[in-house]
Each structure stands twice: as structure tokens, then as C-alpha cells.
């Protein structure tokens, strides 16, 4: 892929929040959450455009304070809870090719509650998404949970069954196949799989992942999420997050 591509970067902020009222704008350390993925997508200076998807006019405000556009507020039915986030990010492209007249080649997805990422992340994922040229890249940790050893399931009789058998008997989880967590981070797309109508997920017949460390993989959905995130950053764990 020639360095001239267009990148378009899309942070999706959604009002509504039930586990943590008013999150994504929520001031952690005294900056609201969104202001770190804001912040971080603009250092990076690989994007053509980077654009806030949002339903609410407070965090299309926060956004624009930040240096970033926000140029449409989302459509109700993209603004609910059960709303899919790929339909989402296909709107902003859509919106944004027809606003700025300009063909996207990659879209990349930086979710505001999983705000624990670095630059080198970012540049270390485009690269990948360059020498491999997959339909969609996306972050993940190193599980430590295995479906193979010590993940069950409820069958309709009541009774518990490991969630994916093997011929041989695994007795420690060491000795499973690696197996991967989706941090919900970070997030490449090539524009053309976006652009189909069919497309429902991130993961494609053609996908690849980025391995981020294991504590990059909190996502804040509970008040005790964000209590953690803010002690990451508070002692200086991820310093370098910006």
C-alpha cells in the first residue's frame, strides 16, 4: 500500500451508559476519557481525518474542544444500546467520503473505554495492516481463560461441559492452544469490507490480530473499570499512553 492512502480515524461516544453514567466524557485525572483517545489518534499524525460519531451535543462539544471534528450527530437508530458499532463506523464513512470528497482507503476504530494504548500500538498495527493487507486487524491480549480447560458451558439439561473439546486430555492450561481476548481497542479496517452492506463484524474471512500486553485489556463498563484505569495512569504504569 502506497504511504499517500487516506486514513480515516472514528471515535465512536455514545450518551447513553448504563454501567457508567456520562463515561466518555466522564474527567479522569482531571480530563474526560474521551480526551485520551482524542489526544493519542492526533500524536499519531498518520490520519487524514479524525472524526467523533456521537448522539449526544455535550461530547460533539468535548470532542471539537480536543482538536478533532464531530460533524454529524448520529441517527437514533444507531444510538441505542443494541445498535451494532460496525454499522456505525460504516456510517461515519460514508458520511465522511460524502462530506470531505474524499475515498478512505483505511478506517480505524479507537474505542474511547479502552483508552490504554500507545503510539507505537497504533503505528506497530498500520504496519501489520500494510504487509498483510487482510480485510480487518484488530487488538487482542492473551486470554487467561481457555475454552479447552477451564471455560464451561450450561447445557438445556442443566448440566456443565467444557466449551471446546480436544482428543487428548488437557490437564493444565499451559498446554491448551493460545487462545486470545478482543481488547476492544483498536480496530483497522479496509474501506472496501466496510463498504459492503453485508458486513456485520470485525472479523472477516481474512483478519489478523495485534497482541497488545494483558493489562491493555480492561475496557471500562463498571464503576470499577474506570477506578482502575485511573490508577494505571495515576502511578505511572502507562506514562507513555500519551
Not at 28 to 48: D, M, N, S, V
Not at 95 to 123: G, M, N
Not at 124 to 149: D, E, G, I, Q
Request: glycine content about 4%; charged content about 30%.
Amino acid at each position: 500500500m502506497a504511504k499517500t492512502e487516506n486514513i480515516l480515524i472514528v471515535i465512536a461516544a455514545r450518551g447513553g451508559s448504563k454501567g457508567v453514567p456520562g463515561k466518555n466524557i466522564r474527567k479522569i485525572l482531571g480530563r474526560p476519557l474521551i480526551a485520551y483517545t482524542i489526544e493519542q489518534a492526533k500524536k499519531w499524525k498518520e490520519a487524514t481525518d479524525i472524526v467523533c460519531s456521537t448522539d449526544n451535543k455535550d461530547i460533539a462539544e468535548v470532542a471539537k474542544k480536543y482538536g478533532i471534528k464531530a460533524p454529524f450527530i448520529r441517527p437514533k437508530f444507531l444510538a441505542t444500546d443494541k445498535a451494532s458499532k460496525v454499522k456505525v463506523i460504516q456510517h461515519a464513512l460514508l458520511y465522511c467520503q460524502s462530506k470531505y470528497k474524499k475515498t478512505y482507503d483505511i478506517v480505524v476504530d479507537l474505542d474511547v473505554t479502552a483508552p490504554i494504548r500507545k503510539i507505537s500500538d497504533l503505528e506497530n498495527c498500520l504496519k501489520l495492516f500494510r504487509k498483510f493487507r487482510p480485510k480487518t486487524l484488530f487488538s487482542v491480549t492473551k486470554s487467561r481463560k481457555s475454552p479447552y480447560f477451564n471455560m464451561v458451558e450450561i447445557g438445556k439439561n442443566g448440566k456443565a461441559f467444557l466449551s471446546k473439546k480436544l482428543p487428548r486430555l488437557i490437564r493444565r492450561r499451559q498446554d491448551s492452544p493460545l487462545v486470545y481476548d478482543m481488547n476492544a481497542s483498536i480496530y483497522f479496517y479496509k474501506s472496501s469490507y466496510l463498504l459492503n452492506k453485508n458486513t456485520n463484524s470485525p472479523i472477516s474471512d481474512n483478519s489478523i490480530v495485534y497482541v497488545m500486553d494483558d493489562v491493555s485489556g480492561v475496557d471500562i463498563d463498571r464503576e470499577i473499570d474506570f477506578k482502575y484505569i485511573e490508577f494505571l495512569i495515576k502511578e505511572g504504569v502507562f506514562r507513555d499512553v500519551l
